[in-house]
């Protein structure tokens, strides 16, 4: 009787050690970040600032993201990611703890479904066919910019439901449906901030194109913008080129307005460990005396000092017409002046 006491106790002490290992083997939890930090100078009419910025390459960020295997292909994935400023220590998206990403979903063979304050299907695409990967202080960012006519592109938003298609002959689908979350009496104020999106991806070897159409309701009465773009991008192996193109349109009460940007670019391999990134822009509005045009160029060099850590020194000039007052960083200038941006610094992935 002891002895059968004594084995019943060694294998409840068997599985209770095991269990954590199980647990384990099941579940993975990933911490990770990025710090990108540079001193920087730019000058725009008799302006001037010079300090130390951040996030050029890359926003600074600390994230912790996991699976759990439920069983039968299905999986739990979720991320919680926050921006900060590392020459401050301050928290960026507005404070927010965790406001570049914070999302919960399953996930099988046919796709992921996701819940949260997630990436915009426009901005998958249009950070995918940029070379400088939206780069603070990129002339690239005028698509993203807002002059008379505010386009329906934001890197992300609040409150979406977003699916991921797994890849299929080269293709992917990705697609997003947001809430505003308004209370009001009539359905059309309810609806404001509501928007939806839809990317679809293309990779085949060197090839790579993708197609996106985002649309968001921008006020109480009805009034919406849509964004449409174009991205491709074509490697030839010393150089790689970029292009894209969008278009934003008004409609209802926020306007008929309509603003056409494109840029084109190529990334460079300069030796083992650099690159150079160069970039050219431009933006064309059609709202009437308000339009506002801009274009510009940017140049980066970049050099890899390790798989984690890299150096890099940039340059931007943006040049605004009569009327426009577009920003490529700390500077807002006064209509018609030109904006010139110099930096170097450092960016550690960990």
């Not at 914070?102 to 249009?126: D, H, M, W």
């Not at 409150?159 to 449906?177: C, Q, T």
């Not at 083992?272 to 059609?286: F, L, M, Q």
Request: aromatic share 10%; net charge neutral; glycine share 14%.
């Amino acid at each position: 009787m002891h002895r059968l006491h004594r084995t019943a106790s060694l294998a409840a002490l068997a599985a209770l050690a095991a269990a954590p290992a199980f647990v384990h083997a099941q579940s993975n939890v990933t911490i990770y970040g990025l710090i990108d930090i540079n001193l920087g100078y730019e000058r725009s009419g008799d302006v001037s600032r010079k300090g130390v910025d951040h996030g050029e390459l890359n926003g600074s960020r600390l994230g912790f993201r996991g699976t759990e295997d439920i069983g039968d292909g299905l999986k739990a994935v979720w991320v919680l990611e926050g921006g900060f400023d590392p020459s401050t220590g301050t928290a960026e998206q507005g404070g927010r703890t965790f406001g570049r990403q914070s999302f919960v979903g399953l996930e099988n063979r046919f796709g992921r479904i996701t819940l949260g304050r997630q990436y915009s299907p426009a901005f998958v695409l249009l950070d995918t066919f940029d070379v400088t990967g939206s780069g603070d202080r990129s002339v690239s960012l005028l698509s993203r910019k807002a002059g008379a006519i505010k386009p329906a592109y934001e890197v992300r938003f609040d409150n979406m439901i977003k699916y991921r298609s797994p890849k299929v002959a080269g293709f992917e689908l990705d697609a997003g449906y947001w809430l505003g979350e308004k209370t009001a009496t009539s359905s059309e104020a309810r609806r404001e901030g509501d928007g939806h999106g839809l990317t679809l991806l293309y990779g085949n070897g060197a090839f790579a194109a993708g197609l996106t159409t985002q649309t968001v309701q921008r006020d109480a009465s009805g009034g919406k913008v849509r964004t449409d773009g174009l991205g491709l991008s074509y490697d030839f192996g010393p150089v790689k080129t970029f292009f894209e193109m969008t278009r934003d349109k008004e409609s209802g009460s926020v306007g008929d307005g309509e603003a056409k940007t494109w840029d084109i670019g190529a990334e460079i391999k300069a030796g083992p460990n650099g690159k150079v990134y160069i970039t050219y822009a431009s933006r064309d509005e059609s709202d009437g005396a308000a339009g506002e045009d801009a274009r510009g160029w940017t140049a980066y060099y970049l050099h890899d000092l390790s798989k984690r850590t890299t150096l890099y020194a940039g340059y931007s000039q943006l040049h605004n017409d009569d009327g426009a007052n577009y920003s490529i960083g700390n500077i807002t200038p006064a209509a018609g002046d030109d904006h010139r941006v110099m930096m170097a610094g450092v960016r550690h992935r960990f």
